[in-house]
């Protein structure tokens, strides 16, 4: 595709279930990225994937958050045991190594009752 | 820990007049300040962007002043359009080769009316 793909658009899950969200990237693009929009709290960075160097994780809030990206391309946000406070949209972006614009997907509702 | 203060978190203003919407950082190591701009459902894009090496930069009715010695730096939409009214972040990134994470700010709702 054209831009950035995130599945699902929205997801609405019972607390202490685990979800996986899905970003497929700009083909060619080697730096991915997840944000977490929360109202009034900004873009909050998550995780960052640049080649096949280590992710930067420094921005995951809690263990029971944890993401993959597979082959250099399509990665997964997986949040294990969700609790009401991880109620946001989930953000994916990409980008060529430099200069630094990102691309974002539409995002991911996730909605934890 | 907050790197970039933006401000104001909302902003009303008429069709035809300019919008500022104010952004100051912390950490002096960033070396790039883009703004992105967000409609409703959508994903933030990328609108301006400047580097510390000039004070201005000008895109159509959209500029960025910058200010180094004060760490802050602006958007000044001019002749605001009711097309305008979304949601502004301005961001920073670091200068340290190989992390290019960007910092957002908190955003700016902006609403331009008639």
């Known amino acids: 595709g054209a831009g950035v793909s995130q599945s699902p658009s929205n997801k609405v899950t019972e607390k202490g279930k685990d979800v996986e969200l899905r970003c497929d990237p700009i083909?060619?693009?080697?730096?991915l990225y997840w944000y977490r929009q929360s109202l009034g709290q900004g873009l909050e960075f998550l995780i960052y994937?640049?080649?096949?160097?280590?992710?930067?994780k420094s921005g995951l809030p809690s263990d029971r958050f944890s993401a993959e990206r597979t082959g250099g391309s399509v990665s997964t946000l997986t949040i294990q045991r969700t609790q009401q406070e991880d109620s946001a949209v989930y953000l994916c972006?990409?980008?060529?190594?430099?200069?630094?614009?990102?691309?974002f997907g539409e995002g991911s509702r996730l909605t934890v009752l | 820990q907050q790197q970039v203060k933006q401000s104001p978190q909302s902003l009303i203003v008429q069709k035809g007049g300019i919008s500022i919407i104010n952004c100051a950082y912390e950490?002096?190591?960033?070396?790039?300040f883009p703004w992105y701009q967000q409609f409703p459902g959508k994903g933030p894009a990328l609108l301006i962007a400047?580097?510390?090496?000039?004070s201005e930069k000008k895109e159509g009715r959209f500029t960025i002043s910058f200010n180094k010695s004060a760490k802050q730096f602006s958007l000044h939409i001019m002749d605001s359009q009711p097309g305008d009214s979304a949601t502004y972040f301005c961001?920073?990134?670091?200068?340290?080769?190989?992390?290019?994470?960007?910092?957002f700010g908190t955003g700016t709702r902006l609403t331009i009316i008639p």
């Open positions: 950490n002096t190591a960033f070396d790039y």
């Open positions: 961001a920073a990134r670091p200068t340290n080769f190989g992390n290019e994470k960007l910092t």
């Open positions: 083909s060619g693009h080697t730096a």
């Open positions: 400047i580097r510390p090496d000039v």
């Open positions: 994937f640049q080649g096949n160097s280590a992710p930067d």
């Open positions: 972006a990409s980008s060529r190594r430099s200069p630094g614009e990102l691309f």
